[in-house]
């Protein structure tokens, strides 16, 4: 596959996702909020627009799910750009500067590493009022770790390129010289990263929502709707092979694109 293909598959395969995911709910006469208890688990069907059925609830399995794709695919974004801006921020200061500071500064991020994030996590989840803010800081707090070494990495060669060293003489400050010289010479691996990590937050987020932590009902995500479907996986296995299907692909798309991007990235720094 061609690095062009490489990329372009998966954009394509998650930009129809996303406009299906917001298209689809205008084009059902249902929604995702009403019950129909005379229509308890129904098999998939298009006579009564009711395309992948019915959960245990009898509302819509489709507009459900096309929910569930939205809420993952705005947690698992949202998420990752708050890792970014404190990871790039974190990890650029910390190669930029060096010494005693760089030091300090990674000595903080080995010792959050040795924590339990994910228990960090749910207690988080369970002391305070459960809403999608708080699902944005929680994953972020967990996935910025990686990149603020990554960052840091590749500030620390930066620093001593003769651009950098041309605006030292010239009297630019450091914050000037960290924001306009250094992190845009980090776009390219920052956003083969973020394309990585992305699948990681989608993975949190449909654990916190597997066990109840996550997005609360009415609404919900494609985690919470697997979890519903495990329960009734032998009475209606739609109810869970529908979302999980989704929910693997969207993983998958993320992943291959990511690799692509690293290729291409690879490919262009050998030319």
């Not at 947690?75 to 500071?101: D, E, N, P």
């Not at 993975?203 to 916190?208: D, N, Y």
């Amino acid at each position: 596959m061609s690095m062009n293909r490489a990329i372009k598959v998966p954009v394509t395969f998650l930009m129809a996702i996303a406009v299906f995911a917001l298209v689809g709910p205008w084009l059902s006469p249902h929604d995702y909020i009403t019950t129909d208890f005379d229509n308890l688990l129904a098999s998939p069907s298009a006579s009564d627009m009711h395309l992948f059925g019915t959960d245990d609830l009898g509302r819509d399995l489709f507009v459900r799910t096309m929910l569930g794709v939205r809420v993952t695919l705005i947690v698992a974004v949202v998420a990752s750009l708050v890792s970014l801006l404190i990871g790039v921020a974190y990890g650029a200061i910390a190669g930029f500067v060096g010494g005693r500071v760089d030091a300090a500064m990674m000595r903080f991020v080995d010792t959050l590493y040795a924590l339990p994030f994910i228990f960090f996590v749910i207690l988080l989840m369970v002391a305070f009022e459960r809403n999608f803010f708080l699902i944005f800081v929680a994953i972020g707090a967990i996935n910025w770790l990686d990149m603020a070494r990554i960052v840091r990495g590749q500030t620390l060669s930066l620093r001593e390129r003769e651009f950098v060293e041309a605006a030292r003489l010239t009297g630019v400050s450091t914050a000037r010289i960290i924001f306009r010289h250094i992190a845009p010479n980090l776009i390219g691996i920052v956003v083969v990263y973020v394309t990585l990590t992305i699948p990681q937050a989608i993975l949190v987020e449909s654990f916190l929502s597997f066990l109840g932590l996550g997005v609360q009902e009415p609404q919900t995500s494609l985690g919470a709707l697997v979890n519903v479907g495990v329960a009734h996986m032998e009475s209606a296995s739609s109810m869970l092979l529908i979302p999980a299907g989704l929910l693997a692909l969207i993983l998958l798309c993320f992943n291959f694109l990511g690799d692509g991007l690293r290729d291409h990235l690879d490919a262009r720094h050998t030319e």
